[in-house]
């Protein structure tokens, strides 16, 4: 009876149709389900991936150096300006073009190994600023491959950026390097009092050099400066330069700021990058004159307004990162809270004020090299002279500026030192 029931099903038409297309159907989904894993498990087994964000160090480094690999090959590139100016002194700004592989999909070859590379790109809503990734994908197992490629990568970066200072600027909870790479600021083109150069070299140094100084003592490994005194003094000029002559980059923050929070400034802390100088220039203005407009947009987003105790926290506090050095300046050190500038937070107090004698001899020297001593005497007795008619001190801003607009001759800076205080 069961034969007779398979017997009559199977000399149906329509059963027998319907079931073949089951079990194509069947086949087939099994034939893609199985390729699937089977693709899956062959990637795992035989090949390597490694994912850059742009939001790592490495990132930029890792796009150039592909950038070299796919100089004749890849026909999709993205184009990076550059304006130049030669050390000539009749030479013009040039403008040099670099390319980076742009979005999409690359191929090339590195050591006998077939390198596909994809560059995926995706706007951020809160910030508006696009997330960028590099994905590299290779034959083999061994992540050392990559390691070597990350490692030249770096190589070549270092050896591009080598004579110049990097500056990095915050985004939202990360820096990014602001600009291009800058030409190094020579020590001796920031002309200070007698002294106060070479005190701060022999700090900076002793601090880079001596970390078990600091762990022996169960001192926090981490160095405060404050830079202090009139606008146009060479605060920043210093810093820049001390920066330059230890192969330091420069990592600065706008206290300021609208969007800067307790929250903010901690992370922004923590993830500095590695041998930077963190710099606070105008602290005072951290948390002296804030305006209630701004608090009150910031709070309606949600935020709360950078405080006191969350800058404290952040400079010197359980949370505190080490291994840092932070510069700090301001125009007004007495607006500053005693809680902010003592020993741990601030380690180094350097008042760097108006010219003096010994400093204007210096920069005259520096801009008219074959100046005689005659020469020197009779421009600092003009510069005395002109200190005690104005009743009014002079800053290094200044003097220098005058120089730069006079700079054709020392007789048209004698010719015109009555306008040094109206330029």
Do not use: C
């Amino acid at each position: 009876m069961l034969s007779d029931l398979i017997t009559s099903l199977s000399s149906n038409p329509y059963f027998g149709a319907g079931a073949g297309l089951i079990g194509i159907g069947t086949a087939l989904a099994i034939l893609r389900r199985s390729s699937q894993y089977g693709l899956i498990f062959f990637r795992r087994q035989f090949m390597i991936t490694l994912e850059v964000p742009n939001n790592d160090i490495s990132y930029t480094w890792l796009l150039q150096w592909i950038s070299h690999q796919l100089r004749d090959s890849s026909r999709h590139l993205s184009a990076r300006t550059t304006l130049i100016k030669s050390d000539e002194p009749s030479s013009r700004i040039q403008a040099s073009y670099t390319f980076v592989p742009s979005v999409g999909t690359h191929y090339f070859h590195y050591k006998g190994k077939f390198i596909k590379v994809e560059r995926t790109r995706e706007q951020m809503i809160n910030s508006g600023v696009p997330f960028e990734s590099v994905q590299l994908t290779a034959f083999g197992q061994n992540r050392q491959f990559y390691i070597d490629m990350l490692e030249k990568a770096r190589d070549a970066a270092l050896l591009a950026n080598e004579g110049k200072t990097l500056v990095y600027v915050p985004t939202i909870n990360e820096w990014r390097l602001f600009g291009h790479p800058r030409r190094k600021r020579p020590l001796n083109s920031v002309i200070l009092d007698k002294g106060i150069r070479e005190n701060l070299i022999n700090d900076v140094e002793h601090f880079l050099s001596n970390p078990l100084w600091y762990i022996d003592r169960g001192i926090p490994y981490r160095r405060g400066y404050l830079l202090f005194g009139p606008p146009g003094s060479g605060k920043t000029s210093a810093i820049t330069a001390l920066a330059g002559h230890f192969d330091l980059s420069i990592s600065t923050l706008n206290l300021s700021q609208g969007t800067m929070t307790d929250d903010r400034l901690q992370q922004l802390l923590s993830n500095v990058p590695e041998e930077s100088i963190i710099l606070l220039e105008d602290i005072d203005a951290a948390t002296v004159g804030r305006h209630y407009e701004k608090d009150d947009a910031i709070r309606y987003q949600g935020m709360k307004p950078l405080t006191l105790s969350g800058l404290l926290n952040a400079l010197d506090g359980v949370i505190s990162t080490e291994g840092r050095i932070i510069f700090m300046t301001t125009n007004f050190i007495e607006r500053l809270d005693p809680a902010l500038i003592r020993p741990g937070r601030v380690d180094y107090k350097q008042y760097i004020g108006h010219l003096t004698p010994y400093q204007v001899e210096r920069m005259l020297i520096r801009f008219f090299p074959q100046s005689t001593r005659n020469e020197i005497n009779q421009f600092l007795n003009e510069i005395e002279r002109l200190t005690d008619n104005y009743s009014k001190e002079l800053s290094a801003a200044q003097l220098q500026g005058f120089f730069m607009y006079y700079k054709d001759s020392i007789k048209h800076v004698f010719d015109n030192i009555n306008q040094l205080y109206y330029l």
